[in-house]
């Protein structure tokens, strides 16, 4: 079945700095492949997602990269702030089609 | 309401008893996901629901967990039995665009299993 390796586990940058996250997936199949950010005491909220017809889909400070020959996709953010400190997921579709499997996920940590 | 509520916010319980735990979807929304969050891990997927269709149980970890969706609308999550293991974050979301996509989530609940 589809596996999702999500790197790094915890990044620190300073505010202002860009902040990149970075997503592996098995399944050559698999077609969507969203970002989610979960603050604390809080659900994933959705925050950008790209289709594998896409190579590259920006939204103000955030982008998404994919590149299906290698399988991996990435999460850039640009001047970052203190608001952007929380968990970021990674995710792409199974086999199937019918449910996501997430990465285990990237605690980013802004400091102003 | 405005999104996915999950009751309750927390639930503490003793290993062997059974809980249930209830999540309200997005009103409109076809689509009903379960998903447990361990600490430090990713989600998992449990139980998705679309429309009247036959729910896709793949992710289920054991008989002992069993979801149901009365109406079309709330979902009822429910674990027999409760080992220490099954202390989690149980997240609900749910989808109008398709299967997959846009998820929308709960806040969750916290269950603990003494």
């Known amino acids: 079945g589809e596996n999702v390796e999500q790197h790094p586990s915890t990044l620190s940058v300073q505010e202002g700095d860009s902040a990149v996250i970075k997503c592996t997936y098995s399944?050559?199949?698999?077609?969507?492949f969203p970002w989610y950010k979960q603050e604390l005491g809080k659900g994933p909220q959705l925050i950008i997602d790209i289709r594998s017809n896409v190579g590259e889909k920006k939204d103000q400070r955030i982008a998404v990269t994919l590149n299906k020959t290698a399988k991996h996709f990435s999460l850039h953010i640009t001047e970052t702030q203190p608001e952007d400190s929380a968990v970021y997921f990674c995710a792409a579709s199974n086999q199937a089609g019918t449910a996501l499997i997430f990465g285990k996920g990237t605690t980013l940590s802004v400091s102003s | 309401g405005a999104g996915v509520s999950q009751s309750p916010s927390n639930k503490v319980t003793e290993k062997g008893k059974d809980v249930e735990l209830r999540c309200d979807p997005i009103?409109?929304?076809?689509?009903l996901y379960w998903y447990r969050q361990s600490l430090g891990q990713g989600l998992e997927f449990l139980i998705y629901?679309?429309?009247?269709?036959?729910?896709?149980k793949s992710g289920l970890p054991s008989d002992r967990f069993s979801a149901e969706r009365t109406g079309g609308s709330v979902s009822t999550l429910t674990i027999q039995r409760t080992q220490q293991e099954d202390s989690a974050v149980y997240l609900c979301?749910?989808?109008?665009?398709?299967?997959?996509?846009?998820?929308?989530f709960g806040s969750g609940t916290q269950l603990s299993v003494l």
């Open positions: 399944d050559s199949a698999s077609n969507y």
């Open positions: 629901f679309q429309g009247n269709s036959a729910p896709d």
């Open positions: 009103s409109g929304h076809t689509a």
């Open positions: 979301a749910s989808s109008s665009q398709g299967a997959h996509e846009k998820l929308f």
